[in-house]
Every structure is written in C-alpha cells, then in structure tokens.
C-alpha cells in the first residue's frame, strides 16, 4: 500500500485535494463514502479511501474560477489557512468537486433542470475538459458545500508525496454514489465505528491519514457536529514523519516526543505502527 525508504531522498510533494462525504442516518449517527482504490495502483493500491486526487493545472481554468460560487478567493484562502496563495485555494476546492465526481459520481454543483449529471461523467470519463463540461452544463459549482477538515503531507519516505487537502461535505439528498469502476473499484457507505471496524477484523485496507480522520469521526453524533467542528477552526497541519525502529514502521505525527514538531497536530495518538499483519494502528 505504501513504499517506505528512509534511506530515499525526498521527492517534492504533488497538491491533492479529497472530499469526506458525509451521511446523515438520523438516530444512527452518519456515515462516510468510501471508494476502494484499484489494486495496480501506485499509491494506496488496495486501499479503501475518501474520493480524490492531485490538482491540475486546469482546476484554474477561467470558467471554472467563474463558475465558483458561495466563496470568494479570500474566503477560501482563510478557509484553508493558506492566505499567501489564494487563487490556488479556489483551485484545491475545484479539484476536490471534480475528483469527488470522477470517483464517485457525486457533484458539489447546481445545475440546469436540462442537465444530466450521468451523461457529463461519462463524456468526463471519455476524456473531455471538466471545465468546458460544466461550462456547457451551465453548472454553479458549490466551494460553500465544502468544509476544510485537515492537510496531510506524505512524508518523506516515501516515493509518492501529495500535500493532501481534506474537505467535509454533506452528501446532495438527490445523488447517488456510484465509483468509476477505473480508479476506485468498488464504493461503500459506512459509520466511522463500522469502518474502524472492518479494518480490524482486515476486510478493508485504511492508510494511516484514513484511520485518524474516522478515529476523530467516530467521536461526532451526527454530521452536523462533525461539520460545525471542522468549519469554527483552523484545518491542523499534519506531516509525519517515517522511523523504521530495527524493522517496525513507525509514522510520527506532530507533538511526538520524537517528531520534529512538539505541539501537537491532531487529538489521540502520535503514533501509528504498521503491524506485521499488514494493518496500520494508532498508539501512544
């Protein structure tokens, strides 16, 4: 799932963008969307995650930027807590909502009564522009849906680094998730506590960014709290940093007593070790 090196010079990071689509289930609590990525991926092959990917250069088409609605390039800046770049910040919003629909088939947009979500991700899976798409779609894609929740870096060790933007987002009531069947093989709806789960007894493969994120999740009743958490603070910067300690794998999180960084990032553990099972697990 992932390639550590610490012997491996690190590579620059790519800028990523995922949306946690959220699900109310009333007295249940909520769950999240997850997509399975495809196996012969190179990073996190196998690895059941939030829908997702790196920016492109044509997240800043033109259209698109005029096209964002509920947020002003400012407004999304401060939203990340990344003000010296806010023309990027809009295009990290951007990338999110067009990744989440490739993936998973769930656009963070208004559209037209006349347009038919299906048929713009099929011509989208075909290979035309998302921007001339939701240009002719006419579509008004929403930033204001989505909420910063936390930026993950991958860490040095490994050979394929993203700086990953995090976003919440409340499902649209009249879409239905369905994954690509390309990048992601397979989607499905479940609770923090059911995920969190799954893994445990290794029916599902989460990465260590994956595990935290529920592990924070399944401290929410509802999607809304989880939501008015995220919005009334900062989204926290999480790095960490790779030990292979005589054979164990050991990720570090900020405020470790041996990481870099000693005030902490995220509650909870500040450790993860990957277990010879294969499983990721947090600890102290």
């Known amino acids: 799932?992932?390639?550590?090196?610490?012997?491996?010079?690190?590579?620059?990071?790519?800028?990523?963008?995922?949306i946690i689509v959220l699900r109310d289930l009333g007295a249940q609590g909520f769950e999240v969307l997850f997509v399975k990525r495809a196996a012969g991926s190179q990073f996190m092959g196998g690895a059941y995650v939030f829908?997702?990917?790196?920016?492109?250069?044509?997240?800043?088409?033109?259209?698109?930027?005029?096209?964002?609605?509920?947020?002003?390039?400012?407004?999304a800046a401060a939203a990340l807590n990344e003000s010296?770049?806010?023309?990027?910040?809009?295009?990290?919003?951007?990338?999110?909502?067009?990744?989440t629909f490739e993936e998973a088939g769930i656009l963070f947009a208004d559209l037209p009564i006349a347009a038919d979500r299906d048929s713009l991700r099929m011509r989208l899976a075909s290979g035309?522009?998302?921007?001339?798409?939701?240009?002719?779609?006419?579509?008004?894609?929403?930033?204001d849906a989505l909420v910063p929740h936390a930026?993950?870096?991958?860490?040095?060790?490994?050979?394929?680094?993203?700086?990953?933007?995090?976003?919440?987002?409340?499902?649209?009531?009249?879409?239905?998730?369905?994954h690509d069947d390309h990048e992601a093989t397979d989607s499905v709806w479940l609770t923090p506590q059911d995920a969190l789960a799954r893994a445990a007894k290794h029916e599902i493969q989460l990465p260590p960014p994956t595990l935290r994120t529920l592990e924070l999740l399944s401290e929410f009743v509802s999607a809304d709290e989880a939501l008015k958490?995220?919005?009334?603070?900062?989204?926290?910067?999480?790095?960490?940093?790779?030990?292979?300690?005589?054979g164990v794998h050991t990720l570090l999180l900020p405020g470790d007593r041996e990481h870099p960084e000693k005030a902490r990032a995220l509650d909870g553990p500040t450790r993860f070790i990957l277990r010879a099972d294969g499983r990721w697990e947090s600890r102290d």
């Open 1 to 18: 799932m992932l390639q550590f090196d610490a012997t491996r010079e690190a590579t620059p990071t790519k800028d990523a963008a995922t």
């Open 84 to 99: 010296e770049d806010a023309a990027k910040s809009v295009a990290l919003y951007i990338a999110a909502i067009r990744e």
């Open 51 to 75: 829908p997702g990917g790196k920016l492109d250069a044509a997240d800043s088409a033109p259209s698109l930027i005029a096209a964002a609605r509920g947020r002003t390039a400012s407004d």
């Open 128 to 143: 035309a522009p998302f921007a001339a798409l939701m240009e002719e779609a006419g579509a008004a894609l929403r930033l």
């Open 151 to 178: 930026r993950w870096v991958t860490p040095a060790a490994e050979p394929r680094r993203f700086d990953a933007r995090f976003f919440l987002a409340r499902a649209p009531a009249d879409q239905r998730a369905q």
């Open 229 to 246: 958490v995220s919005a009334n603070r900062k989204p926290p910067y999480v790095w960490p940093v790779f030990k292979d300690d005589e």
